[in-house]
Nanobody, 126 residues
Framework: QLQFMESGGGLVQPGGSLRLSCAPSGFTLGASAIGWFRQAPGKEREGVSCINNRTSFANFADSVKGRFTFSRDDAKNTVYLHMNHLKPEDTGIYYC???????????????????WGQGTQVTVSS
């Protein structure tokens, strides 16, 4: 079973920035594909972004395109989601999981052997 640990959430004002971290527990990132999902209160979980670590292809939902970016630190075995120009609608619990890669691309389909973690809360409010 795969397991990732999310961290870095918090309370930020609209227009602010946060950096979320996603680190695997007990294994290396390697060529895995990682997806970030979020769940807002009263809403279903939605895919926000994904990255194919083998090809570095990244995808972003239209709602975050141009504001969110990825980076990776192999020395720390961690993937980061940089969130800029945050909006109140970005509020929610953010999760990272292994997702299915499709060729050079990534998908928002969670790998069956990965479990949802506790996530990290992001609140954008003035």
């Amino acid at each position: 079973q795969l397991q990732f640990m999310e961290s870095g959430g918090g309370l930020v004002q609209p227009g602010g920035s946060l950096r979320l971290s996603c680190a695997p527990s007990g294994f290396t990132l390697g060529a895995s594909a990682i997806g970030w999902f979020r769940q807002a209160p009263g809403k279903e979980r939605e895919g926000v972004s994904c990255i194919n670590n083998r090809t570095s292809f990244a995808n972003f939902a239209d709602s975050v395109k141009g504001r969110f970016t990825f980076s990776r630190d192999d020395a720390k075995n961690t993937v980061y989601l940089h969130m800029n120009h945050l909006k109140p609608e970005d509020t929610g619990i953010y999760y990272c999981v292994a997702v299915v890669a499709s060729g050079r691309f990534c998908t928002y389909k969670k790998m069956p052997n990965d479990n949802w973690g506790q996530g990290t809360q992001v609140t954008v409010s003035s």
